[in-house]
């Protein structure tokens, strides 16, 4: 697929925004606390590595430089947008401990992308069912009642996803 991305070909070139795209906005979010801002930070960091799609010949490679083109074009967007002063905001977002806090939050978006990913993968009903209990915050009745289904089956489903999960993200 990384090979396809190098010749320029566009559906791994897709494949490869929507695996990414939703982490690295919320990594730019937790540094901009803007909306906007996150995705277009996310947005430009697709186009740079589609400029030099040649240079990546592993996909840890082309994945450190999105995170740390993202994370750049977030400070630069503080900057501009003068949020902070320039040196209590550098002082602080380079700190030790906020450089922990960055590391983790990136942590947090790679998992939050692998789960994404898993959820895509589950059988529809199962995905319904993990959607109402844990994105929309539904009870086991609520959900039940939403999908006109039993108890027993939302209860079931939601065991099956919580196995694939577990298995597959080795928890």
């Not at 697709?46 to 995170?67: A, G, N």
């Not at 994370?71 to 040196?87: G, V």
């Not at 790679?110 to 994105?135: A, N």
Request: net charge neutral.
């Amino acid at each position: 697929m990384l090979k396809c991305f190098r010749e320029g070909d566009e559906v791994s070139f897709e494949f490869l925004f929507n695996s990414f795209f939703p982490a690295l906005c919320y990594y730019a979010f937790r540094i901009t606390r803007d909306q906007a801002a996150a995705e277009d930070a996310a947005s430009e960091s697709f186009i740079k590595i589609w400029d030099r799609r040649e240079m990546f010949q592993e996909i840890k490679m082309l994945k450190s430089y999105l995170y740390s083109t993202v994370r750049n074009a977030s400070l630069q967007w503080l900057r501009t947008e003068k949020r902070q002063s320039l040196c209590e905001m550098e002082k602080g977002i380079l700190d030790s401990d906020t450089e922990r806090d960055a590391f983790e939050h990136l942590i947090h978006a790679e998992f939050l992308r692998e789960v994404y990913f898993l959820l895509d993968k589950l059988p529809l009903q199962c995905k319904r069912v993990v959607d109402k209990l844990y994105v929309e915050g539904k009870s086991v009745r609520q959900t039940a009642e939403e999908l006109e289904i039993a108890i027993g089956t939302v209860k079931s489903h939601k065991a099956k996803a919580l196995i694939i999960f577990r298995k597959k993200l080795q928890i």
